[in-house]
């Protein structure tokens, strides 16, 4: 690897706004923490969370990096002084706190992965947030298991389109909810048992209808809102309801009955201000049980677009907009 440079393009948030606050700057590459890698980044995905930090309504934890960006795929370019797991050259894939949209990131040594031989950087950086948070959620949080029914709502999200592959992998019926006739069927192609159009169909009696009148066991919820008591209704006896997002309000007015009366479990977690050992047990939890998946290709990150690093405003735009089936990723050049 040649000498690093001192300056590195870096996408950063001029004000909380609209896609059009994103402005490229040129800031000092980073220095890598004691047990840090710093990667020089092919391809940083694009995520919610992102939208969100640009709003204002996301900032990121104490000492992680003004810039947005939390998942990357790249080479990496130096080690911390206690770095032990990679070696400068190595293709990894990593989970960071902030800092992606950039030429530069450093990360975890123990929140990266190795890129599965065949997977370009642009699908590598399309994984981390969206699988980890997927594993985590469903499968440690939710205990979903083989012969069970998952419902995912935002059927093809990232999330969603990653969450249908990992739960029929792993022998689970999955029922998806999306926006469109053309985003159902996409679920379908995924494999999805059943794709419930939102907008003009009932997710409550669609869930219900697929399962012989049971329930899903586990339900993967990103919106909230009004969807939180409805989940309540879908849920099986013994379901578990999963929160990792609020696209609609994170309040709601509950009948909490329900959970009395099926025993229902409503959990949720966020990933990003997690301590360095709990993301660690679950990339380790992913290397293990999702990788190898990958690796064989039964379980691939669906690609929606991929934009230049000086086109995260187009990008943001993208998503927001909805119209996406998948990852969006910013692919970061020379």
Known sequence: MSQLPAEMTAIAIRA??????LVPEQRPVPVPGADEILVKVMAAGVNRPDVMQRKGLYPPPPGASDIPGLEIAGIVAALGPQATRWKIGDRVMALVS????????????????????????????????????????????????SGETLLIHGGTSGIGTAAIQLAKAFGARVVATAGSAEKCEAAR?????????YKTDDFVKATKDATGGKGADVILDMVGGD??????EAAAVEGRI????????????????????????????????RSVPDKAAIAAAVADKVLPLIAAGRVRPVMDSSFPLTEAPAAHARMESSVHIGKIVLMVTE
């Open 98 to 145: 902030g800092g992606g949209y950039a030429e530069y990131c450093s990360a975890h040594e123990s929140h990266a992965l190795a890129i599965p031989n065949g997977l370009s950087f642009a699908e590598a950086a399309a994984i981390p947030e969206t699988f980890f948070t997927v594993w985590h959620n469903a499968f440690e949080r939710g205990g979903l298991k």
């Open 16 to 21: 909380p706004g609209g896609p059009e606050v």
């Open 189 to 197: 192609k995924l494999g999805a048992d059943a794709a419930v159009n």
């Open 242 to 273: 999963v929160q990792i997002a609020f696209q609609g309000s994170p309040k709601a007015m509950v009948d909490f009955r329900r959970i009395m009366l099926k025993r229902l479990h409503h959990t949720g977690s966020t990933l990003r201000a």
């Open 227 to 232: 969807y939180i008591e409805r989940n309540y």
